[in-house]
């Protein structure tokens, strides 16, 4: 596609439910990044893909995040069991390769209640 | 530890010219990237410094100096549409090339 896209736009679950949220990248590029960002904060980094895998999960904040990526392409990140602490908008973004500047997706905005 | 420092908040008036400065401190150093990011929208890519000095492009332009851990943007003749926050962040050199990024500068333009 044009640009890096993702769903849902929005996401509104209740403490304790599991989501999936979808990350499609720009075609042919191979790195792709999941970052979030909580109110007046700053993007936190996530996970990291080359291709389908993962070479970086160091910023996951608890074992109830998981993401995977299949084909090379579309990617999902899973919360588990999501807490209200969990809210926050949820953005992936893609490079052609890791050395090359990361072009964004609209983001998911999660809301737990 | 790695921090990047960026002013809060800023206001500028229409026409004006306006410096954001951001400062880091991080393990490693592969570039430095300026994004705009407009309320409730995806950070879209203005600038990249990997060498010292000034990366012009169009109104804005950006300068780095890696000895003092320092950039700033610069947005000259400012418009309305200019208000939105500028989102300062350092690719490091681990091998993931992940961003690390500053809190952003929220700019408003007044007219």
């Known amino acids: 596609g044009a640009g890096v896209s993702q769903s849902p736009s929005n996401k509104v679950t209740e403490k304790g439910k599991d989501v999936e949220l979808r990350c499609d990248p720009i075609?042919?590029?191979?790195?792709l990044y999941w970052y979030r960002q909580s109110l007046g904060q700053g993007l936190e980094f996530l996970i990291y893909?080359?291709?389908?895998?993962?070479?970086?999960k160091s910023g996951l904040p608890s074992d109830r995040f998981s993401a995977e990526r299949t084909g090379g392409s579309v990617s999902t990140l899973t919360i588990q069991r999501t807490q209200q602490e969990d809210s926050a908008v949820y953005l992936c973004?893609?490079?052609?390769?890791?050395?090359?500047?990361?072009?964004f997706g609209p983001g998911t905005r999660l809301l737990v209640l | 530890g790695q921090n990047i420092d960026q002013p809060t908040e800023m206001t500028a008036t229409e026409g004006a010219i306006v410096q954001i400065n951001c400062t880091y401190q991080?393990?490693?150093?592969?570039?430095l990237f300026w994004y705009q990011q407009h309320a409730g929208e995806a950070p879209t890519f203005l600038s990249y410094?990997?060498?010292?000095g000034l990366e012009e492009k169009g109104r804005f332009s950006s300068f780095l100096s890696r000895s003092k851990g320092y950039s700033y943007l610069l947005l000259k003749e400012l418009q309305m549409k200019d208000s939105a926050s500028y989102l300062c962040?350092?690719?490091?050199?681990?091998?993931?090339?992940?961003?690390?990024f500053g809190t952003g500068t929220r700019l408003k333009v007044l007219a």
């Open positions: 893909f080359q291709g389908n895998s993962a070479p970086d």
């Open positions: 962040a350092v690719r490091g050199t681990s091998g993931t090339y992940k961003y690390i």
């Open positions: 973004a893609s490079s052609r390769s890791g050395r090359e500047t990361q072009y």
């Open positions: 410094n990997v060498l010292d």
């Open positions: 075609s042919g590029h191979t790195a």
């Open positions: 991080t393990s490693g150093f592969n570039g």
